[in-house]
């Protein structure tokens, strides 16, 4: 039996018949993946002083990046799903794209990408407080101390379960199956979903997803060792070369000229003290500007949730690294989260309370199930992802040539043949999986 794609994208939807074949090439097509470290959550837009959170507006676009076909939508979500105060009762508008182009109908399979933090057209299916969807409809008034503390990661997955019920009933298809899709935060949200609303979706493909990034259940020094592992495994030379300028850096800044002749060399628009979020920079640009004045792209939103409750342990930097040693100091963080958050103190133990203690390996062994766990091991948060199978239906793929979630990127005539092979063998485990719900449904 050829079991095909359906798809939403919160979420990014896609719709496939079960005559379609099932490919993950073909979701790679429709899901873009965002191009930085970083994760996405709910996205919140026009917001309606209203109690009804089951209702959908709809309106066609098309995307002419990658021939990229969907639908825009909104869905009236609700702004908090775990309490009765008034406040909690307001909605706003939640964007999701959708692609029904291989429908099949009542029953057939539905895909849905977890988006990241950023706007949804990065990744197809977007999270509260990213892109558009601000709650309020302003930055200024969504981040606002008495509002922002509702961009959890706790929010967001039910966000998603709300809109995914509502879509299947809306579609007549409430015995389709649902599998999710994502990759860093958006993998992240992906797994934990399945853990969280396994009656929602049978499944997750949580790529380079770094759920062991907390609470000390893996070392704050991965992620620059590994990157210090990938330049040195390439060239010796420039592991060593980059090792020693550090010092050269140093006594430039010392000199009267330095800062000057640092900007020239380095194409700098503005020097920053800190800078804690990675871009991957096309090559296009005159300089690396470090801002943006959009007002539906802010880095505001994952500044706020990597020190309010996702304290990723790393910015430790071994004596073996070739970036100048740093103590990793966990006490540290905090206090500058809370600092960074106008006085509001982080939860740095919510995650593993949330989504498995201390041990969450044998958590998700004894209740979890169905979900790939891809990492790419040249990605530097491979560290804080589950590298080893947990068992039949918890199944770890780990590509020592890989990069940050690279099997969910777009399909192109000159991907290596492990990547190909790679994504084939996470189609043929989601296969196996909605081939076990149709026959445990017949």
Same mark, same amino acid.
């Given at each position: 039996m050829e079991i095909s794609t359906p798809i939403i994208t919160t979420l990014s939807l896609l719709l496939f018949s079960l005559q379609f074949p099932f490919s993950l090439s073909t979701l790679a097509k429709y899901f873009p993946t965002h191009h930085y470290l970083t994760t996405i959550h709910r996205e919140h837009g026009r917001v309606e002083n209203s109690t009804s959170a089951s209702t959908a507006s709809s309106s066609s676009s098309s995307s002419s990046k990658n021939a990229v076909r969907y639908e825009?939508?909104?869905?009236?979500?609700r702004l908090d799903h775990f309490n009765f105060e008034p406040q909690g009762f307001t909605s706003f508008q939640q964007k999701f794209l959708v692609n029904d182009t291989h429908w099949g109908g009542a029953s057939a399979p539905i895909f849905v990408y977890a988006g990241n933090e950023g706007r949804i057209e990065w990744f197809a299916e977007n $999270?509260?407080?990213?892109?558009?969807?601000?709650?309020?409809?302003?930055? %200024?008034?969504?981040? &606002?101390? @008495?509002?922002?503390?509702?961009?959890? $990661?706790?929010?967001?997955?039910?966000?998603?379960?709300?809109?995914?019920? %509502?879509?299947?009933? &809306?579609? @007549?298809?409430?015995?389709?199956?649902?599998?999710?899709?994502?990759?860093?935060?958006?993998?992240?949200l992906a797994a934990w979903f399945r853990l969280k609303y396994p009656h929602v979706a049978i499944g997750a493909l949580a790529s380079s997803a770094p759920i062991l990034q907390f609470d000390g259940l893996c070392s704050p020094y991965s992620f620059y060792d590994i990157v210090t592992r990938d330049f040195k495994r390439e060239s010796e030379n420039c592991y060593e070369v980059i090792k020693r300028s550090w010092k050269e850096m140093d006594d430039a800044i010392n000199k009267g000229v330095g800062i000057r002749e640092l900007k020239r060399a380095f194409n700098i628009c503005k020097l920053y003290g800190a800078v804690n979020i990675y871009y991957n920079y096309s090559g296009n640009v005159d300089c690396f500007a470090l801002h943006d004045d959009d007002p539906h792209d802010t880095l505001y939103g994952w500044d706020w949730q990597s020190c309010s409750e996702l304290l990723l342990a790393v910015g430790g930097v071994s004596n073996s690294s070739m970036f100048p040693p740093s103590r990793y100091n966990f006490t540290e963080q905090v206090a500058d989260c809370q600092e960074s958050n106008e006085g509001i103190p982080p939860k740095p133990h919510w995650i593993t309370t949330e989504f498995g203690g201390f041990d969450i390996k044998r958590t998700l062994k004894r209740f979890g199930s169905n979900i790939i766990f891809f990492n790419g091991l040249r990605d530097p948060w491979s560290g804080g992802g589950v590298l080893e199978s947990l068992s039949e239906s918890l199944i770890a793929i780990a590509a020592h040539k890989g990069a940050h979630h690279v099997d969910l990127r777009f399909s192109t005539n000159e991907d290596p043949k492990w990547l190909t092979e790679i994504r084939e063998k996470e189609v043929q485990i989601i296969k196996k999986w909605l081939t076990e719900y149709y026959r445990d449904s017949a």
């Open positions: 825009k939508r909104y869905f009236t979500q $999270t509260g407080y990213y892109g558009e969807s601000l709650p309020y409809g302003s930055k %200024d008034v969504a981040y &606002n101390k @008495s509002l922002v503390g509702y961009l959890t $990661t706790t929010q967001a997955l039910a966000d998603y379960a709300a809109l995914i019920l %509502d879509l299947k009933n &809306n579609l @007549s298809s409430q015995s389709s199956p649902v599998v999710l899709f994502g990759g860093s935060y958006g993998g992240m």
